[in-house]
């Protein structure tokens, strides 16, 4: 489990002082800043030392795990894990099929001989070593270098820190960075290849209310699942195999059963992905002017384009039920964005906020051309941004991608491993291979073929000023793909595979119309890529230095300084809360089963098993029972400060139990990402009583709720 976390010698400025003095519930903490955070924790009522939660070799933090893009958590000593249903949605859609579609009926293994293979792209990260490695990144970087050479630099230095970190080659190494490049920490992790389903509700349970309900209150979804951990006979990770073992998760998290109420403290821990809490209010306007309403609108034109093209073939439908699900959520995330931008103008507020610190700048800062370079290279980024966005349009094709990526690879090996760009070298090379050959799962040619010539017709709707240089003339017609699906060799999965291991000249001189487009479209794909890294090079050199003076700002106004979320362990607190979302409105902070069934009707995605019906019907609600609501609770608010990433996030009562998993924000509260109100934020949890309860009364779990401790009321 987690092993250790290395601190430089000396404390860097923004885990100091009057920093900590944190505002209500905000903030995604680093778990080695909890100790500075200990009247916060006293004060809404946590009973667990701060020095234990910053510890990540002990209980809780140590059965606190990644699923790469979810969060998870060890619930016995055998590798079982607990996580959202939705997080483990590609391992069901991968193991249904029309005959046995367990996306519908659900997934249950008796034994450990029936629990399925997730498949390559499902994985369990085990955190063992956090270490600050800034002055390696960072150090005597030349002042004089261009901002494509500084990113170079910084790139190779990376590299080199993750080669080193990855002697072993059980582990997965990263260098994030945190405080948009200020600092700079490496993160070790188990890498557990070998992952399989054990259960899953049917999506009448794990999904209840679909994409109706998605970021709205009241909310009546069990959105778990259960994975487990394999590993070799050695207790090493392994590749899938039969003789593998269960992994011995050296802690896990008991089961509090005993339930919350109105105002009870509560901890999250797990991976949240990215929060722009420190943007200018330059980048807040591209976002809610431009980027978020051009994204609104290719997701929603793409998602017509799946159902029509889908509509009406079962297996058509099963195959694309994950990128749809997916499509979904990220659209009505960004439209919630869009909304929260109308309602309360983030923009404005942050116009002050950075007109205020200019002026303490003006003071206290080192030089007046520091916030003048700010605003070139931000500029400078949306520009690129916008092309880029265009880039996306005219290949937004499967098969393209997966013939971008082969040919990519091709070049990339022609150099020296260490030299590679990341993401083509040989540490890559398993994941290049999972999402290659995860297309057999979601991939239908026809399918394709309809959302490339749509996203073809979007592109030549854009500005031709905002296109890439050079683009339009070789691109295919929109209205002539047939020719190009019916003569490619890319969507068999083993061909595809295949291009892995061939050479550049190979590419060049292939006849697939596939590899032919990747190879045209080559050289201005390039030049996105080398423009890119000139300004993020740019940024790397400029944003530190203002973070560094914004922290010093906030503190000495005595306000919490925390990095925005970059997928890296954090823990964030908060209280079971309700919240008003507007005048003479109430909502929460519980709902319960009979609101499943006053949802109920006879069309997805409000279908409801028929056992959950007679199990409420006949108030067979046992030990799970609330005392205050007279029922099973079903999902609950707190007010703590999460994201995406943080899906399946461990909520765990003030003595670190399991009391619930997170899963999902209210409506009112998706613009946290850029601003954290702390009147209406509120994230959204399945109460783990309800999940108990329906593992005993519908579904019959019954070895799992053996397998796990599980702490019940006192009688």
Not at 298 to 317: C, R
Not at 487 to 493: C, I
Request: hydrophobic letters at 40%; proline letters at 6%; aromatic letters at 8%.
């Amino acid at each position: 489990m987690f092993k250790s976390i290395v601190l430089p010698a000396v404390v860097p400025v923004i885990l100091l002082g009057a920093a900590f003095q944190a505002a209500a519930d905000e903030g995604q903490w680093q778990p080695h800043q909890l100790p500075q955070l200990k009247s916060e924790l006293k004060r809404i009522g946590i009973t667990m030392p701060a020095e234990k939660l910053a510890d990540l070799s002990k209980h809780p933090m140590s059965a606190i795990v990644s699923l790469g893009g979810c969060s998870a958590s060890f619930v016995s000593p055998a590798g079982l894990v607990v996580t959202n249903h939705h997080c483990a949605y590609g391992a069901i859609q991968r193991n249904a099929t029309p005959e046995k579609n367990y996306i519908v009926d659900g997934f249950l293994a008796k034994t450990r001989a029936e629990e399925l293979p997730g498949g390559p792209n499902t994985l369990v990260y085990v955190t063992e070593k956090v270490e600050n490695v800034t002055g390696r990144v960072l150090e005597g970087l030349s002042a004089s270098l261009t901002g494509r050479q500084r990113n170079e630099a910084i790139s190779a230095r990376i590299k080199a820190l993750i080669a080193e970190c990855e002697s072993d080659k059980t582990s997965r190494c990263a260098v994030p960075a945190f405080h948009r490049g200020l600092e700079y920490y490496r993160i070790k992790q188990l890498m557990i290849r070998d992952v399989r389903l054990v259960y899953a509700p049917s999506d009448k349970i794990g999904n209840f209310g679909g994409d109706i309900d998605n970021y709205e209150w009241p909310r009546q979804t069990g959105d778990y699942a259960f994975l487990r951990a394999y590993v070799g006979p050695d207790g090493r990770p392994a590749e899938p195999s039969p003789n593998n073992v269960p992994y011995k998760s050296k802690d896990f998290l008991v089961v509090s059963a005993e339930g919350l109420k109105n105002g009870d403290p509560i901890l999250l821990a797990g991976y949240p992905g990215r929060t722009s809490r420190y943007k200018l209010p330059s980048e807040i306007r591209f976002a809610r002017d431009t980027d978020f309403p051009a994204k609104a609108a290719t997701i929603s034109a793409d998602l017509a384009v799946i159902a029509d093209a889908t509509k009406g073939n079962p297996a058509w439908d099963v195959r694309y039920a994950s990128v749809a699900k997916s499509l979904n959520n990220v659209l009505k995330k960004t439209q919630g964005l869009l909304d929260g931008f109308a309602r309360k103008d983030v923009a404005a507020i942050r116009d002050v906020q950075d007109a205020e610190f200019r002026a303490w700048y003006a003071r206290n800062g080192s030089g007046p051309t520091l916030l003048a370079e700010l605003d070139a290279v931000i500029a400078a980024d949306m520009a690129l941004s916008r092309e880029e966005g265009a880039y996306a349009e005219a290949s937004h094709s499967d098969l393209l991608k997966s013939a971008r990526t082969l040919y990519r690879l091709a070049q990339e090996r022609q150099k020296p491993d260490a030299q590679r760009e990341a993401g083509y070298q040989e540490r890559d090379l398993s994941f290049i291979k999972a999402r290659l050959t995860r297309l057999e799962q979601s991939f239908v040619p026809g399918v394709d073929r309809a959302r490339y010539a749509a996203a073809l017709n979007r592109y030549a709707k854009i500005d031709p000023k905002l296109r890439p240089q050079g683009l339009d003339a070789l691109l295919p017609d929109a209205a002539k793909l047939d020719a190009l699906y019916a003569t490619t060799e890319l969507a068999d999965t083993g061909k595809r595979l295949a291009w892995m291991s061939r050479d550049v000249e190979a590419f060049r001189t292939s006849s697939d119309p596939f590899i032919k487009l990747a190879v045209r479209l080559n050289d201005v794909a390039t030049g996105l890529d080398e423009r890119r890294k000139e300004v993020d090079g740019n940024l790397d050199r400029t944003i530190p230095q203002y973070m560094s003076a914004v922290i010093a700002y906030k503190k000495s106004q005595g306000k919490p300084v925390y990095p925005d979320a970059n997928s890296t362990l954090r823990v964030t607190f908060g209280t079971v809360a309700p919240y008003a979302p507007r005048d003479g409105l109430v909502k929460g902070p519980f709902t319960t089963v009979e609101g499943i069934v006053e949802k109920a009707t006879d069309k997805d995605p409000f279908l409801v098993p028929a056992a959950l019906t007679r199990a409420v019907r006949e108030k067979r609600y046992g030990v799970f029972k609330d005392p205050v609501l007279g029922t099973v609770p079903v999902n609950f608010l707190s007010s703590a400060d999460t994201t995406g990433g943080n899906s399946g996030s461990a909520v765990m009562n003030k003595r670190g139990e399991l009391v619930g998993l997170n899963f999902d924000s209210t409506y009112e509260s998706i613009t946290k990402d850029w601003y954290f109100d702390t009147a209406i934020t509120r994230a959204i949890h399945v109460d783990i009583r309800y999940m108990l309860w329906v593992m005993k009364e519908v579904d019959g779990a019954d070895s799992l709720l053996k397998e796990m401790t599980i702490k019940y009321p006192k009688k």
